[in-house]
């Protein structure tokens, strides 16, 4: 007789590694993911760092099937202000029962030791289910197993800005400057997912403005059918950790 899967929550950005663990995670037989908790910047009504719009998180946790638990904070807030939301959203899902928190993290062994020291101190470990995994080999598979992504964030210094708003794609990967990660572990760019085997269904977004905010640029991503300004996109970066 099979075990029951141990409930575990997943801190969810949006983002390919995001998706890849959850779907990951769904593949194994040993975790049932009960929770994504993602960051919102207050004010900006947007995914901290990613400003990707709080109502496009939502249709995808939606369409994912899972319930979402939003951690607010402010714009620029400092990582005391940050680890004081996280932990207390933690804690709120410990006494769910849950024991486990999982990172969509892959080799930066700096963030992975900040996470186990973060999560250690309220009683919870974590799972990394992306971890050592060759990123340039991850990225194909992202590709090759369906899922569809836009880049809305990028770093300038690595990238051009043409590279904000187009598809996570064979292209992309095709054009990446020499030095850049595949996967954009090092803060290189970032992404969000739209369709995929995690799916219900696809989320239908259009590209927006692209602008400069804080230093990195951004594209803003429209929900279907709908305009908008791109207003504010970002708070401070916070180190949700997923590309």
Known sequence: MSQPREPIALCFSGGKDSALSLY????GDRFEVAALV???????DRISMHGVRRSLLREQAASISLPLTEVT????????????????????????????VAFGDLFLEDVRDYRLRQLEALGLECVFPLWGRPTA???RTFVDDGFRARIVCLDPAALDA?????????????????GVDPCGENG????????????RRPLSVSVGEVVE???????????????????????????????
Do not use: K
């Not at 990951?24 to 593949?27: D, K, P, Y």
């Not at 598809?167 to 990446?176: G, I, K, S, T, V």
């Not at 290189?188 to 799916?199: A, K, L, M, N, S």
């Open 24 to 27: 990951t995670l769904r593949a």
């Open 38 to 44: 993602t960051t919102v910047t207050e004010g900006y």
């Open 73 to 100: 904070i402010p714009p620029r807030a400092s990582n005391e202000i940050y680890e004081r939301a996280m932990g207390e959203a933690f804690t709120r899902l410990r006494e769910t029962g849950i024991r486990r």
């Open 137 to 139: 080999a991850l990225a």
């Open 162 to 178: 043409s590279f904000a708003g187009r598809m996570f794609d064979d292209a992309f990967l095709a054009d990446l400057p020499e």
């Open 188 to 199: 290189e760019f970032h992404t969000f997912v739209f369709d995929g085997p995690i799916f």
């Open 213 to 243: 905010r804080d230093g990195f640029w951004f594209c803003d991503l429209l929900p279907a059918a709908r305009d908008g300004a791109a207003g504010n996109l970002s708070g401070r970066p916070i180190p949700q950790g997923d590309p």
